[in-house]
């Protein structure tokens, strides 16, 4: 009985170690791409800083991607950037990878 709890423990902790890691990295990714949409808007670096952690913040709305897609593409269309929403997917997923990439050589 006491091996089928530990193993209930393991499994408990490595969800908890893996849900925590997703957020990072989704977290990292949300900064990346309002990096990228504030060079668009060509934002100074203090707006860019805010910018990124808005979009970090945006992702609190609900669950998914939608939130962050339909923030960007709100912004970037008030600012007059030729962007599409397939455009911004596309950077999405780009994203995705690149903080991905940089989580993990962090961890290393």
Not at 22 to 48: S, Y
């Amino acid at each position: 009985m006491t091996d089928f709890k530990d193993r209930e423990r393991g499994e408990e902790s490595k969800f908890a170690f893996d849900e925590e890691n997703a957020f990072k990295i989704a977290a990292r990714r949300n900064r990346l791409l309002g990096e990228w949409a504030a060079g668009l808007m060509g934002l100074t670096a203090e707006e860019t800083d805010a910018y990124k952690k808005a979009v970090v913040q945006a992702d609190f709305e609900e669950a998914g991607d939608e939130d962050v897609i339909r923030k960007l593409l709100g912004d970037l269309t008030g600012s007059d950037c030729d962007v599409s929403e397939s455009d911004i997917r596309s950077k999405l997923e780009e994203c995705a990878v690149e903080a991905r990439r940089q989580f993990m050589s962090d961890q290393a």
